[in-house]
């Protein structure tokens, strides 16, 4: 049943396109902090797999708020590996060589996804007027900004 909620049809699928392809970043993102998780080898090991699994937990609650907000307003969410290594604007295969670097590579994720948000939220609350969704992904800014200080406190 579609919900009469106040957003225009098409607003609607604008915001789900968008909140999708955020999903597909959050999935990526997702995969390649536990693969770091399991892969990394340093001196500081045992500290870096562990935060790195505080990351990849907090990045799986943001994935599931996301996709149940695009069922909020009445679409489906993308659900198959496929499907986000297609929609995704993240991209792997970056220089993993050291902890330095796996570090750097999650940074720059991060901080990609910050900067695409931040655009969409105006784009989200004034163009489509989805305000629910505009305060939601301002709450998803602000968990990638905590991350992504984090992650830059590593590096010099
Ligand atoms: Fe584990």
Do not use: C
């Not at 990045?59 to 995704?88: C, N, P, Q, W």
């Amino acid at each position: 049943m579609k919900p009469n909620i106040g957003i225009a049809d098409e607003h609607a699928l604008e915001v789900a396109k968008l909140l999708n392809v955020l999903l597909a970043d959050e999935f990526t993102l997702y995969a390649k902090t536990r693969n770091y998780h399991w892969n990394v080898t340093a001196p500081n090991f045992l500290e870096l797999h562990k935060f790195f699994e505080g990351q990849y937990e907090a990045l799986d609650e943001i994935m599931d708020s996301v996709a149940e907000r695009i069922r909020y307003i009445g679409h489906y969410a993308l659900g198959s590996v496929l499907s986000f290594a297609k929609a995704t604007r993240l991209t792997e295969g970056q220089d993993e060589s050291t902890a330095t670097k796996m570090i750097a590579s999650l940074l720059d994720d991060h901080e990609t996804i910050i900067r695409q948000v931040r655009n969409e939220i105006n784009l989200v609350g004034d163009t489509y007027k989805d305000l629910g969704t505009a305060d939601f992904l301002t709450g998803v800014l602000k968990d990638h900004e905590k991350m992504a200080w984090m992650l830059r406190s590593y590096l010099a």
